[in-house]
């Protein structure tokens, strides 16, 4: 689906949705629970239906009435499962040490990219400590379960191969370490997790890069429990909030572990008069679309640095950012590892691919709010991912979009 966003001022009040990357951990977390747990969440994306469609392919009980989500009782009975991942590389990294404890074999799959991205910082583990896992990229097979021990995985990949362990192995109320054997990127995201562990009542010990599961650890299901509002998503509004539209973003906690909380700050600063300025990207990579969309319609040149592993997202995003600028009139250039982008104070307008990306997608339909001329997004659907409603909010804010052949959004 190609959208054409006719540019023009925003305004109003926006409520983000729900923090995929919280409510993916708060359901797997509640499959570890006896009984049911509900977790307040006003809606889901792609992603979240995907963690949640494999935890029912899993044997559990899930539902979602647009109020809550809720994680029930395992039907014991289920012994294996072919688990569709969709594109949710958080959902097939996560799950992957939880499939292993509760089934006797799970094949995990997904589309798009997914099936390039790799897990072998996290299959390499498994398999050291006894779990027999059948390759490195998806579709992966998993059996022979889930064993305490010391995990040793690489820090500087993706923290969620970290996270998928630190949910499984309480589970086994016996004490296991994990020892990262390269710097940690990511940090937040590896905080954001610690705290869902300490609201189900699992404590694990940190010391610099290593982390002690407790023997003996029970997850117990808290009342009252609720998914974050999503920094992530809040960004695109925020930047059109820093492009000069009149936009407000509710349900954003500035005590959140979301390390993309750090959004406002950051477009402050590349929204003010520096000839040059250099933004480390990584504990906050997923960030990149909106600043580097930020920068170019400001002044001066903005180097992002530390965002390598964007190269393996839905799109590598270091290239489609590039080109995505350049589409509309802007200066942008990739490095090793980051974006040099030169600020030109607007853009001139043009068509951008998302690259099947759906942070391309969003950040580049803002864009718009500082084009002279259209802009059309190829492939907007893919907005979907993580935020289902984006267009349409986008609309209820004034936004002018045409869709191709006259589809709604």
Request: hydrophobic share 45%.
């Amino acid at each position: 689906m190609d959208i054409t966003i006719t540019p023009g001022r925003l305004a109003g009040t926006v409520a983000v949705p729900p923090s995929k990357s919280d409510l993916h951990r708060k359901c797997i977390a509640a499959a570890f629970c006896a009984g049911e747990t509900a977790i307040r969440a006003s809606a889901l994306c792609g992603d979240t239906r995907a963690t949640l469609d494999c935890l029912a392919a899993m044997g559990f009980a899930v539902s979602f009435d647009g109020q809550a989500v809720r994680v029930g009782a395992r039907d014991e009975a289920v012994r294996t499962a072919v688990l569709d991942c969709g594109e949710s590389g958080s959902t097939a990294r996560f799950l992957l040490p939880a499939a292993a404890y509760f089934l006797d074999s799970a094949t995990l799959t997904g589309h798009g990219r997914l099936p390039e991205r790799p897990f072998a910082a996290l299959t390499d583990a498994l398999r050291a400590c006894g779990t027999a896992v059948s390759g490195d990229l998806l579709p992966i097979t998993v059996s022979r379960g889930l064993h305490p021990g010391v995990y040793r995985l690489r820090g500087d990949v993706s923290s969620q191969f970290l996270t998928g362990l630190l949910l499984a192995l309480p589970a086994l109320g016996q004490e296991s370490r994990i020892e990262l054997t390269t710097p940690l990127e990511s940090a937040p995201y590896v905080e954001l997790t610690n705290r869902v562990l300490r609201a189900f009542g699992v404590e694990v010990e940190q010391t610099g890069n290593a982390f002690r599961i407790p023997a003996g650890a029970v997850y117990r299901a808290p009342e009252g429990l609720s998914a974050e509002g999503d920094w992530s998503s809040g960004a695109f509004w925020l930047l059109a909030k820093a492009l000069g539209c009149d936009v407000s973003v509710t349900g954003l906690s500035e005590t959140s572990a979301q390390g993309d909380r750090r959004v406002t700050a950051l477009l402050e600063e590349i929204r003010s008069p520096m000839p040059s300025r250099v933004i480390d990207m990584e504990d906050i990579p997923d960030l990149l679309p909106v600043l580097a969309v930020a920068a170019g319609a400001s002044s001066g040149r903005t180097v992002f640095r530390g965002a390598s592993r964007l190269r393996l997202k839905e799109s590598d995003r270091l290239q489609s950012v590039c080109a995505g600028l350049r589409a509309i009139g802007g200066f942008a250039e990739e490095t090793a590892d980051g974006v040099i982008v030169e600020g030109t104070n607007g853009f001139a307008g043009g068509r951008v691919d998302a690259c099947g990306d759906h942070r391309i997608a969003m950040a580049f339909a803002v864009a718009a709010a500082a084009s002279q001329k259209p802009v059309t997004v190829c492939g907007a659907e893919s907005a979907a991912k993580s935020y289902e409603t984006f267009f349409q909010e986008y609309e209820r804010l004034g936004g002018k979009l045409t869709v191709e052949g006259g589809a709604r959004v």
